[in-house]
């Protein structure tokens, strides 16, 4: 009886051992686990990453997967972050990227390994390449560089045609010595040219470029790289590197045929549009009309290539248009020159003579008008109220002819008619020499 409960006891320790044992295999296979995702990426970095210049301010970043990367179900990207000379980062699932970027400074890049279709893995670590910056004495290399690119019309077997010429200025640098040329280059899409054609300055240095005719096309959209080496045979000249948006740059022509007049209250302008291979609708425009007698400005903007008006009064009116591609055709860009003033209506004032005749004449019928007044409000008795005759005395020579006529008078009524007739017609008299 005493061998039952130690065979008992046995039995349940060694099942307790079995579950311990169980617990204990159990951690050894999942914590390691744990612990190694912790210290360990379960996606191994990119190989051979390399980058190279392939042309004017570009680059080429090459990469290839890991060669112990397990890859099985699972797609690999790339996350690509560029760290100079500016800052950017993006997402690709090939293993090259080309790149626009200025190199006087040097160029650094790196990329690691991501899950491409969002699986829920931790990506790899950073692996680094880039270029150093090129040789060159500080101080040397160009600056304050600018471009201007403009579009120029030719007849060609195929209809118009369009070339754009490109023109760039800077400034050499401080520590540049007196013998330094300068050389400038260009670079769109895959092409590249340079130039021929210099200006200089006092010292004979070259300080600006033309290139009459460029492969840019009239409506181009990618960017333009533009690069200024120089050499000296005192000193390393640095190069320096420049990308330029080419509608930031597009000098833009003006409008063409301008064409303004008046009539009478009616102002009206016409214009063709610029010299472009945009078409019509592409442009928009701006109208500034000047009224000398006035002296204020008035600018509108339309996208028409006609504008009316009403004005008020004679004055001259000085117009002028400007244009600007519009940003349904492409991102904005900077107006075009004005147009040489067209000038229209008239200020000027009327002589003294003419002035003189018009108030003469108008002082004439002034008159005219108030004799008729007159005789006609003579048979009324307001106007006589209104404008009594002035009193005087009576002359000798009345007396005289009233006693005359009373000697030749026999009776009483002949002397009353005539000194009747004689005070009318003194009344009369003095009404013309007041009047």
Not at 181 to 198: A, D, I, K, M, N
Not at 199 to 207: E, H
Not at 279 to 288: I, S, W
């Amino acid at each position: 009886m005493a061998t039952r409960p130690s065979s008992f006891c046995l039995l349940q320790n060694l099942i307790v051992m079995a579950l311990a044992f169980l617990i204990l295999l159990g951690a050894t296979v999942i914590l390691p686990a744990d612990f190694l995702s912790d210290k360990k990426p379960s996606l191994l970095p990119p190989a051979n990453f390399t980058v190279t210049a392939t042309g004017l301010a570009q680059v080429l970043l090459r990469w290839e997967p890991s060669p112990d990367q397990e890859r099985r179900s699972i797609k690999l990207g790339y996350h690509v972050k560029i760290n100079g000379p500016q800052e950017d980062d993006y997402e690709t699932s090939d293993t090259e990227s080309s790149r626009e970027t200025v190199l006087h400074e040097g160029f650094s890049a790196s990329v690691r390994t991501i899950p491409w279709e969002g699986h829920p893995v931790r990506p790899s670590g950073w692996v680094t390449a880039g270029l150093s910056a090129p040789a060159g004495a500080a101080g040397t290399s160009a600056v304050n560089l600018t471009c201007t690119a403009n579009t120029a019309a030719s007849e060609g077997t195929r209809g118009r045609q369009y070339r754009v010429s490109l023109r760039c200025s800077w400034l050499p640098g401080q520590a540049s010595p007196e013998d330094t040329w300068y050389f400038l280059y260009y670079r769109y899409g895959s092409q590249t040219e340079e130039c021929r054609e210099y200006g200089r300055d006092v010292l004979g240095r070259s300080v600006a470029g033309w290139f009459p005719g460029t492969v840019i096309p009239g409506r181009g959209r990618d960017l333009l790289a533009v690069r200024v080496n120089g050499s000296s045979r005192h000193a390393a000249i640095r190069p320096l590197d420049r990308l330029f948006a080419l509608h930031a740059i597009d000098q833009v022509n003006p409008p063409l045929n301008v064409t303004a007049g008046v009539e009478g209250t009616r102002l009206s302008v016409q214009w063709d549009k610029p010299i472009s291979a945009f078409p019509t609708h592409c442009f928009e425009y701006e109208v500034k009309i000047h009224n000398a007698r006035k002296g204020y400005f008035q600018v509108e903007k339309m996208t028409t290539q006609e504008f009316t008006s009403t004005v008020h009064g004679a004055s001259r009116y000085s117009l002028q248009v400007r244009a600007a591609v519009s940003p349904v055709c492409r991102p904005a860009g900077p107006w075009s020159a004005w147009t040489r003033p067209v000038v229209v209506g008239s200020d000027e004032r009327k002589p003294w003579a003419e002035w003189f005749l018009i108030a003469l004449a108008a002082a004439v019928g002034f008159l005219f008008a108030f004799s008729l007044i007159r005789r006609a409000s003579s048979r009324c008795h307001p106007w006589a109220t209104l404008f009594p005759p002035v009193p005087a005395p009576k002359s000798h020579i009345k007396d005289f002819i009233v006693s005359i006529n009373y000697e030749k008078s026999g009776s009483g009524e002949t002397e009353v008619e005539v000194m009747s007739y004689a005070e009318e017609q003194e009344l009369e008299v003095l009404d013309d020499f007041v009047f």
